[in-house]
């Protein structure tokens, strides 16, 4: 069964800095592609990047909006893939999903990242 | 980027009946549409690749056709759990991008 499970949603001001982790199981995550995707609260799904599987260059794409701020990547050893958030707005606050595949297979249950002063 | 509009954005069905959304994109992305179903407080669930592929596990009363630049989900026989939120998504180019969401509910 393949699990994707969350991590790191936590209350952060302005300007500053985050990082998620998704722990995933039941499939062969060197071999996924790997996607994040967040839900402003009451707004609809927005992508924010993908990462390759390294066999295939493990290189990453990531949305305008999030673009120079954020950084997905991946330790195959461990299972596990990482947003880096760093100058961290008021509009970055949204339910963070990892997904698997570019096409979005399976989900995590989310975790909430909220940008407050 | 590719925009993708989804019709209605909400729309009221008894159970029993058939329910048919609709999604456009803004230009060509061949078959590389996917939808998913979300329920309140839940994380979204895929329903259908490729347009038309049937995700394992997901009742056959779902069905999605279309290629190019229009789509359709369509649901049959809808029962109680199926009242949710669904979107389409497009993986056709970057950035991958969302429709604005059909909110089914109970008439």
């Known amino acids: 069964e393949v699990q994707l499970v969350e991590s790191g949603g936590v209350l952060v001001t302005p300007g500053g800095s985050l990082t998620l982790s998704c722990t995933a199981s039941?499939?062969?995550?060197?071999?996924?592609?790997m996607t994040w995707v967040r839900q402003a609260p009451g707004k609809g799904l927005e992508w924010v990047g993908r990462i390759k599987s390294k066999n295939v260059g493990g290189t990453s794409d990531h949305a305008e909006p999030v673009k120079g701020r954020f950084t997905i990547s991946r330790d195959d050893s461990k299972n596990t893939l990482y947003l880096q958030m760093n100058s961290l707005k008021t509009e970055d606050t949204a339910v963070y999903y990892c997904?698997?595949?570019?096409?979005?297979?399976?989900w995590g249950q989310g975790t909430l990242v909220t940008v407050s002063s | 980027d590719i925009q993708m509009t989804q019709s209605p954005s909400s729309l009221s069905a008894s159970v029993g009946d058939r329910v048919t959304i609709t999604c456009r994109a803004s230009?060509?992305?061949?078959?590389?549409l996917a939808w998913f179903q979300q329920k309140p407080g839940k994380a979204p669930k895929s329903l259908i690749y490729?347009?038309?592929g049937l995700q394992s596990g997901v009742p056959s009363k779902f069905s999605g056709s279309g290629s190019g630049t229009d789509f359709t989900l369509t649901i049959n026989s809808l029962q109680s759990e199926d009242f949710a939120t669904y979107y389409c998504?497009?993986?056709?180019?970057?950035?991958?991008?969302f429709g604005g969401g059909t909110k089914v509910e109970i008439k």
């Open positions: 490729g347009a038309s």
């Open positions: 230009q060509g992305i061949s078959n590389y």
């Open positions: 998504q497009q993986y056709y180019s970057y950035p991958l991008t």
């Open positions: 997904t698997v595949g570019l096409r979005s297979d399976y």
């Open positions: 039941g499939f062969t995550f060197t071999d996924a592609w």
